[in-house]
């Protein structure tokens, strides 16, 4: 379950990709401010980190996608995957992080994708109560889930790219960047759909070691 807080952010997630995504060498197009298409999430068991993967385009170019993890406090050794900081008005001080580079992420979706669980479902807190939210998206897995899908364990390598790979213990992840191009992915695979988007499109897969 993802509970999802009635608030203001400033800078607001869209700001913060539009001074990041140009700098990233998977990014093409127009630059400035991008505006959402739509976006899915993950549950992190903990509670404790907020994981959520945003499809964004600039003007007519294409879209990208742009998994990223909220933390009430730096991640040790993730810097250089640092997007910025943002002030929640009910949550305080956010650390947003390019997900790529945190391990909660890693774990997160290798569980979405084995087990088939896919995202997690959206609550919005209103007067003390949680009243669900629709999905701006579809998603689906496109192999039998497993009962119990292996633990990610430690990450052992990100490589950049199209797509980009996350190598841990037990699993290797692959994530597109780019949405406009015939990527193919192997493994069990995350497929989303979304307004304008019928055609299921593979977002990333999951490929135990």
């Known amino acids: 379950m993802a509970l999802i ?10 700001e913060l990709l539009a001074d990041w995504l140009p700098g990233q060498d998977w990014h093409t197009g127009p630059t400035g401010e991008p505006r959402r298409v739509a976006g899915y999430r993950f549950d992190d068991p903990a509670g404790a980190v907020g994981i959520e993967t945003l499809l964004v ?9 742009v998994p990223l993890t ?8 993730a810097d250089a995957w640092l997007i910025g900081t943002t002030e929640h008005s009910v949550l305080g001080k956010r650390w947003v992080y390019d997900a790529f580079g945190d391990p909660v992420y890693a774990a997160a979706l290798a569980d979405a994708i084995l087990t088939g669980r896919g995202q997690a479902e959206e609550f919005v807190e209103v007067d003390d109560r949680l009243e669900p ?5 579809g998603v689906a897995v496109t192999a039998n889930g497993l009962a119990e899908a292996p633990a990610a364990g430690a990450v052992v390598r990100v ?6 790979l ?16 015939g990527g193919v992915l192997t493994g069990a695979v ?5 307004a304008g988007q019928e055609t299921p499109v593979p977002l990333a897969s999951a490929t135990p070691r």
Do not use: C, F, N
């Open 190 to 194: 995350l497929t989303g759909t979304w």
């Open 5 to 14: 807080h009635k608030a203001t952010l400033s800078p607001t997630k869209l």
């Open 57 to 65: 385009r600039v003007g007519d170019g294409p879209v990208h996608q």
């Open 70 to 77: 909220y933390r009430d406090a730096p991640l040790d050794g």
């Open 133 to 137: 939210r629709a999905p701006s998206m």
């Open 166 to 181: 996350i190598v841990t213990e037990t699993v290797e992840l692959a994530v597109r960047r780019r949405l406009d191009t």
């Open 159 to 164: 490589t950049g790219g199209e797509p980009t």
